[in-house]
């Protein structure tokens, strides 16, 4: 997946690896991917790391961690 500038504002697009980075990548795609990028972190990633990074994430807004704790109750 071909990472966008905007959704990594803060580094450089291309020194990020989906392995390495996961969870900030994780982070950055819940509270601002669009659905495109969500489906793919989705097939991506284990279910259980995304959950993980969504109950204990100190970045993503309250808003987000309850959309997403909802969406795994599923």
Do not use: C
């Not at 450089?12 to 390495?20: E, L, T």
């Not at 980075?21 to 509270?31: H, K, L, P, S, W």
């Amino acid at each position: 997946m071909k990472f966008r500038q905007t959704l990594f504002w803060d580094t450089d697009v291309k020194k990020i690896d989906p392995k390495k980075n996961a969870r900030y990548i994780i982070e950055r795609v819940m509270e601002f991917g669009t659905d495109k990028e969500t489906q793919w972190m989705w097939k991506t990633y284990p279910h259980r790391l995304l959950h993980d990074v969504a109950k204990k994430s100190r970045v993503l807004r309250p808003e987000t961690r309850t959309l997403w704790t909802i969406l795994f109750q599923k």
